[in-house]
């Protein structure tokens, strides 16, 4: 009796739209995967959905008035990217900033580090599964934080605080017992989060050896910021290229062992971490003075370009501003670090499964205001 | 902390290394001819000057040309350097594409070609990124959506500055013109 | 206790002599057919009676206990501490719209959420509230379970299909494969009581642990963490819900169901959440048996208070862990409740023997039993553990510290060389 072989059956990859409004892409961004069963073949981002041409609109206005378009730009560290283009533009201009404008600099970027990376974190173990619960318990250090930011300048998310020339506000005298207070009990916290987290067995099995990106295929990729530095380069602008007083400080960089989800989660622990021993120093060391240096109201920068860039808590946050001599900028681009770290996705995703491209996503951390601009 | 490195001295070796992408000195960047970009961006990236990596990639429209910019760091020699190159042809600019030296040169290359409508020469994806695909224009060049004598870019000045209202004061009533 | 209150129909612990009364006296003058009928009806309308309001209270209970391990105040503004939320809930997700796609299969996308809702009912009807208090004592009650709890896939796969939308395919997808794993692994959990307590019945399983006076759970912990696993799996729960994985594939089978058909999933969820927590608690806990206090306490009680703390476990779980990823969740069971499953099989069948053709004295045999399953137990994770890797001694090494060493791929090579970088 002749043993039929089996026809090979039948079947084809199916493309899943993921987002544009997903739980997982954390805005709306949309990844077009093409899946054979469970693993993925290949991945497409489509994006522009919140693109709000703030490059354009930025060369419509002057200098001072595109700082509340930065905001808009990576709304979880509005801070950062208030501080990076003011950098820019002081570059441009020649303006020195006053050394406690410098330092309150300093602070509220770190604070903003830690809120962002609560934030970062809290949602990766979502994307990871769980329910919630890990976010919540960030949160709760996020809210204080977001509380210090309403004290000094009134706004918890969009705070365009930081102007040319320093910043806009001293802080209220209230605020610094608030800030000391969070200071001390977020070691507890720290350490509490990361029992819930860090040897969770779930949490390895699922983020460990998953989105593995290679030091050497990092740097070609122009990742940055914990992506880089969760591949084992250490790179960190606050150390590499010092801006305001951050050669002052006394801080480490933490640095990933095998670039996988695992490790920029820890790298992000690690960090917020640093920003509190970072934020002790600024609390004792912090001068009196002036905060805001004396800026010409009708700023009108020299021709010539400049580009600062700072370390967000996503990546290389750089401004470049062009200027013709006029009341606003004749090109105003974003180097985004939520948009290029994209650049590896696909390598990162593609022959695993579709659960761990959606880890992988979350351990990009991006922020789509930003990817869109 | 990240030198600057002496644009004068990066011309030279340029030039000794690959003479034909002519290289000049403006007081910001090294500019290279188009032609030869891939050239001299491959001889900056392996020799000792270890450009490997690519910080930013833009493009600025100078409304007689395009100007795309470069900003390359070495991460262990803690250097940066600004490489400028010229995209003549305001109507239809193109330029190579730096995506087989740097892979993070994919997405923003997108993003010029989408936003500033320079083509990139070898760019193995090159569609719109951010504009849906029948968008007409591309909104960040200076003359989008411009008219002759009427509007252009930028404000002409600020408010109040020279005495006379170039913009409605806050608070006065406007004069509705009457039919 | 006055005599008088023992063994009436108004008796509070034992709720089945009013159901006797009627029946009785119906029979008294009607056909048998009837007599049963009545029965049946009674126990229903008492099931559903129950069912309902339970329903609601244990949304509340779920989000109140959820938020305050999430160190949030969970819903306190319907209602006296937000008790009222449910309801407002319902009223919400009756008024909304029902969207149906245009691309669904009609008759097929309005059926799974009627069809979820049967097996979810039927299978109340073999659980023992108390000695007598059973709508209907099968003596093959365990196969009953299993096989009605079983076609609740196919109503998930109904509504994966028909709903014509690929993130619901994937999750009927993944609820196939992850039930038929589970449920291999959920019914040798379930054949090991029996061999050990000799019966079907469920009643009789029950029986059997007032009359050894021993928790099942001492002697066969393997088994009842199999049973509370695959019940986990089930009911697609995290660390299990890959079916309906939020952060994946949006809501699974139920992607496209809106309005109360989505509540419907949703109650039955919970429906089956309360009554997986109520056999656990039946087959491992004792169920309504509690050495002696039943005599005192309603049988219903014990049993509501045993099934509130299985439940408590169930959202203990969702609100501690992550999710796991569906290969992992195979081998876990293939690899581990599978195997773990059949040798428990084998080691009850030889308990069983022991006691029953050796008649071994079982005030000593069975704690000895309990200690030997306790230690096997604990030697077969292990060496689960040890095999896959996981468990304590592979602690996770943090980021190592730059410490001024700066730099691209060559700082990179020159850190991963370094001695002691964990620092």
Request: hydrophobic residues 50%.
């Amino acid at each position: 009796m002749a043993i039929e072989t089996p026809k090979r059956v039948h079947s084809e990859p199916v493309v899943v739209n993921i987002g544009p409004q997903h739980p997982s892409t954390h805005g709306v961004f949309r990844l077009k995967a093409t899946l054979d069963g469970e693993i993925v073949q290949d991945v497409d981002m489509l994006i522009g959905y919140l693109h709000r041409s703030m490059e354009k609109l930025a060369e419509e206005r002057t200098f001072t008035q595109n700082i509340p378009f930065t905001d808009r730009i990576d709304y979880l560290a509005a801070m950062s990217n208030n501080l990076s283009y003011c950098l820019a533009v002081e570059k441009l201009a020649g303006i020195e900033v006053p050394l406690r404008g410098q330092w309150l600099r300093v602070l509220f970027a770190e604070l903003q580090r830690i809120a962002s990376h609560a934030m970062a974190n809290g949602t990766f173990v979502n994307d990871c599964g769980a329910w919630q619960t890990p976010l919540m318990y960030m949160f709760r250090e996020r809210e204080k934080i977001l509380d210090l930011f309403e004290m000094t300048c009134g706004a918890r998310l969009t705070t365009n605080y930081m102007r040319i020339g320093g910043v806009a506000f001293d802080p209220p005298l209230e605020l610094w017992p608030a800030l000391c207070s969070l200071l001390d009990e977020m070691p507890d916290r720290l350490e509490e989060y990361a029992a819930l987290t860090v040897d969770n067995e779930i949490v390895l099995a699922r983020s460990k050896g998953v989105g593995v990106v290679s030091a050497e295929a990092a740097l070609n990729a122009s990742l940055s910021g914990p992506l880089l530095r969760g591949s084992g380069v250490p790179w960190d602008l606050r150390k590499a290229d010092p801006y305001c007083v951050y050669d002052q400080l006394d801080f480490d960089i933490p640095v990933g062992r095998d670039g996988d989800c695992y490790d920029r989660f820890r790298v992000r622990l690690e960090e917020v971490r640093q920003s509190v021993r970072i934020l002790n120093q600024v609390v004792e060391r912090i001068p009196g003075g002036p905060w805001q240096a004396e800026v010409p109201l009708h700023l009108r920068p020299a021709a010539g370009e400049a580009y600062a860039r700072i370390e967000s808590p996503r990546g290389e946050l750089g401004f470049y501003v062009v200027s013709d001599g006029g009341p606003t900028p004749w090109r105003f681009h974003c180097r985004a670090p939520s948009l290029i770290n994209l650049s590896a996705l696909k390598e990162m995703t593609v022959g695993r499964s579709l659960a761990d491209a959606i880890v992988t996503l979350g351990s990009i951390d991006i922020v789509v205001g930003e990817i869109d601009r | 902390m990240t030198v600057l490195l002496d644009l004068q001295v990066v011309a030279d070796q340029l030039r000794g290394a690959v003479p034909e992408s002519v290289p000049r000195v403006d007081t910001w960047a090294v500019i290279v001819d188009a032609g030869h970009l891939v050239e001299a961006v491959r001889f900056l990236a392996g020799s000792a000057l270890d450009l490997s990596f690519l910080a930013s990639l833009t493009a600025v429209d100078r409304e007689s040309h395009f100007e795309l910019v470069y900003h390359l760091q070495s991460l262990d020699r803690n250097h940066l350097l600004t490489l400028k190159t010229i995209a003549e042809d305001h109507e239809t600019p193109c330029v190579p594409s730096l995506t087989g030296e740097y892979r993070g040169a994919h997405l923003q290359e997108r993003e010029v070609f989408d936003l500033m409508g320079i083509r990139f020469e070898g760019h193995p994806d090159l569609r719109r990124m951010f504009l849906w695909d029948g968008f007409p224009g591309y909104p960040l060049r200076k003359d989008f959506l411009g008219m002759p004598g009427t509007l252009s870019a930028g404000l002409p000045g600020f408010p109040h500055e020279s005495g006379e209202n170039r913009w409605p004061v806050p608070g006065s009533t406007p004069v509705i013109p009457q039919s | 206790m006055s005599a008088w209150l023992l063994a009436a129909w108004y008796d509070l612990r034992d709720l089945s002599g009013i159901s006797r009364e009627i029946t009785e006296w119906v029979a008294s003058w009607g056909p048998e057919w009837l007599a049963s009928a009545v029965s049946g009806a009674i126990g229903a309308i008492g099931i559903l009676a129950v069912i309902g309001p339970t329903l609601m209270i244990l949304i509340w209970t779920e989000r109140k206990v959820i938020a305050r391990l999430q160190v949030r105040y969970g819903p306190n503004r319907v209602g006296p501490r937000g008790l009222l939320q449910p309801v407002a809930d319902a009223v919400k997700l009756i008024l909304k719209e029902e969207l149906v796609p245009r691309a669904a299969d009609k008759w097929l996308f309005f059926l799974p959420p009627v069809l979820v809702f049967i097996p979810a009912l039927l299978v109340w009807g073999v659980l023992p509230f108390g000695p007598h208090m059973q709508v209907a004592d099968l003596n093959v009650g365990v196969l009953f379970l299993l096989a009605v709890s079983g076609t609740n896939v196919l109503a998930v796969f109904i509504a994966g299909w028909a709903s014509n939308n690929k993130y619901a395919l994937f999750g009927a997808m993944r609820v196939i494969a992850m039930t038929i794993s589970y449920e291999i692994a959920m019914v040798l959990a379930l054949l090991t009581v029996v061999f050990l307590t000799g019966t079907m019945s469920i009643n009789g399983i029950v029986l059997w642990q007032q009359q050894e006076d021993l928790i099942l759970i001492v002697l066969l912990p393997m088994t009842a963490l199999t049973f509370l696993l695959g019940a986990t799996a089930e009911l697609n729960r995290t660390p299990m819900d890959i079916a309906e994985a939020e952060s994946e594939i949006v809501a699974g089978y139920h992607t496209e169901y809106s309005g109360m058909r989505f509540g419907l999933f949703y109650a039955v969820e919970l429906a089956n959440t309360l009554v997986m927590s109520a056999f656990m608690a039946t087959f491992f806990l004792g169920g309504w048996w509690l050495w002696g206090l039943d005599a005192w306490v309603p049988s219903w009680i014990i049993l509501l208070v045993k099934t509130s703390l299985v439940y408590f476990v169930f959202i203990w779980l969702r609100g501690t862990l992550p999710r796991l990823r569906i290969d992992q969740l195979m081998t876990f069971c293939w690899k581990l409740l599978v195997p773990a499953g059949l040798l428990f099989v084998a080691i009850a069948a030889v308990e069983r023997t022991l006691l029953l053709e050796y008649a071994w004295d079982r005030t000593i045999a069975l704690p000895v039993m309990a200690v030997i399953n306790a230690a096997v137990t604990v030697a077969v994770i292990g060496a689960y553990a040890r095999v896959t890797g996981a468990g304590a001694h592979r602690a996770p090494a943090g980021p190592r510290m730059a410490r001024g060493r700066l730099g691209g791929l060559r700082a990179a090579r020159q850190l991963a060389q370094a001695p002691s970088g964990s620092d």
